[in-house]
């Protein structure tokens, strides 16, 4: 039933390593969207991507990188983790006009 | 995208209407005015949104200036579970925009 539904729920790993989060929205919107929260719970927009276009933030660093399989799902690599990345990720998605819808979130530690 | 000013912080009793202002005096005429509001830790939640008209749903009601210059989100009985944080968001119909939140509004409904 879960519109916008992120796995995992938590995440914990050491500097250093690659790790992904997926998610997937079952709305058959066809733009979705990564968000970072960080410890002073400011919402920054990381990427939005269609099938036709991606647009990135231009301050994300490339070791996070999304990739899409489908319209349904955009997961979110992260690779060479550091002490900084740690934060709540949002995945969300939208239809045109209308309102996003967002999961709810990866809460991301690195340790 | 316009920006938009929020007062940082605003009470309200159980019951009574929260109305949380918002000033996009920038605004242009291809942009809309979006109210999310995020509870605790969740994922922010879509609200309403608005490009000239008043607009109502279940939720709440949204009035916006003749200007269009500013807004306000009312929330006609609020209760205690709508203590959370409320942006108001100014973005036009290109879907390859993605919404840019600011501070927000921080909304504590006392009993």
């Known amino acids: 039933d879960t519109a916008v539904s992120q796995t995992p729920k938590y995440l914990v790993t050491q500097m250093g390593n690659d790790k992904s989060i997926k998610c997937e929205q079952n709305?058959?919107?066809?733009?979705m969207y990564w968000y970072k929260q960080d410890s002073k719970k400011f919402l920054k927009i990381m990427f939005s991507?269609?099938?036709?276009?991606?647009?990135i933030n231009e301050t994300v660093p490339n070791r996070f990188s999304p990739k899409s399989p489908d319209k349904a799902h955009l997961n979110l690599h992260i690779n060479s983790l550091e002490l900084g990345d740690s934060a709540v990720y949002f995945c969300?998605?939208?239809?045109?006009?209308?309102?996003?819808?967002f999961g709810s979130g990866t809460r991301l530690t690195v340790v | 995208d316009a920006k938009t000013t929020q007062p940082p912080s605003m009470d309200c009793a159980e019951g009574r209407a929260a109305n949380l202002p918002c000033n996009h005096s920038?605004?242009?005429?291809?942009?809309?005015v979006y109210w999310y509001r995020q509870i605790h830790s969740q994922g922010p939640q879509y609200i309403i949104h608005?490009?000239?008209n008043n607009e109502t749903n279940e939720m709440a009601s949204l009035i916006i200036t003749e200007d269009r210059k500013s807004s306000t989100l009312i929330l006609p009985h609020a209760t205690l579970r709508d203590t959370a944080v409320y942006y108001c968001?100014?973005?036009?119909?290109?879907?390859?925009?993605?919404?840019?939140f600011g501070k927000g509004t921080s909304l504590l409904v006392t009993p």
């Open positions: 920038t605004i242009s005429g291809n942009e809309y």
């Open positions: 991507y269609n099938n036709k276009e991606l647009i």
């Open positions: 709305l058959g919107h066809d733009t």
């Open positions: 968001i100014v973005k036009n119909s290109n879907s390859g925009y993605a919404l840019n």
């Open positions: 969300a998605s939208s239809r045109d006009i209308y309102g996003y819808t």
């Open positions: 608005g490009l000239k």
